[in-house]
């Protein structure tokens, strides 16, 4: 396989560079596994396709403000993106300026911080700032926006590109197949007999930056933090046993279960994973894939693909683009059942 399997054209204002004004006003594509076909629906209908016994799984992860802006000693303007805390004084973040910096280089940020550049490791740097970085992005930082949307963020970001069960600080960017999901939602799910699970996986920035090596096996993903508790592990056994179906929304709860099955069982993890999920990897958790549409070439794509079948998946997003969905972020989102496929 090579990046160019993975790729499909998409008009640029099929962007969604806003989201819509509720968030279940997002439009739905069911892809049937028994008919092979999609379905057009919204995603306030996705109660219709559930049924009592089915186990959500959601990542509670919350979105941190992680964007600074500051510049260098000599004037240049810097960006930095926090990856993730280290300790009290250090982060690990990403930089963006005209040339890269050095070890020992001094970045200049607002309300006199200061952060000098320790170290490099796989493209990032390590940090150290003068006060608590934790607190200081909190107080000065922004929305980190996806880079495709094009745009600043705006106040109306701090509660839009946040789920509304995200509890756990830790991520750089929102599991954003959860973004469609309302109180409202939420409970009319439970209320039908649908239970509601939660892992943590905290989304690093890592997510948004492309693959450089065209053959796939030779690529490497940022490590991020994952929890899945015994609740977990429980709610699913129970779930499969009763004959229920378990339903990942987003990839990156898929990521934090399949990442605790690895032994092939689920049990409970704490740690770090890059699990780097591809066509021909056997899934041990889940049965049902509630996902936005990715970016080309994209890793997110490519475990959609291992999910649901690379020919299905890609003629269900050239549909979309016929059908003029809202893509990325901000846009639409597709529920995949696979229990019934038989073209994976």
Known sequence: MQLADFDYELPPELIATHPTPRRRDSRLLYLNPSAQEVDDRMFRDLPALLRSGDLLIFNDTRVIRARLHGHKQTGGKVEILLERLLSDTRALVHIKASKALKTGSLILLPDQCTASVQDRKRGLYVVDFSRDPGPYFEEHGEVPLPPYLGRDAESADDIRYQTVYAREDGAVAAPTAGLHFDEEMLAETQSMGVRHCFVTLHVGAGTFQSLRNDDLEQNKLHSER??????????????????????????????????????????????????????????????????????????????????????????AYDHAVHEKYRFFSYGDAMFIDRMQATDI
């Open 226 to 315: 994952i929890r899945v508790d015994e609740s977990v592990c429980a709610a699913v056994a129970e779930t499969r046993s009763s004959g229920g179906r378990v339903i990942a929304v987003g990839t990156t709860s898929v990521r934090a279960v399949e990442t605790a099955a690895q032994s092939g069982q689920l049990k409970p993890f704490d740690g770090e994973s890059n699990l780097f999920i591809l066509p021909g990897y056997q899934f041990k958790s889940i049965d049902c894939l509630i996902t936005n549409f990715h970016l080309p070439q994209s890793s997110l794509l490519m475990l959609v693909t291992a999910f649901a079948g690379i020919e299905r998946v890609l003629a």
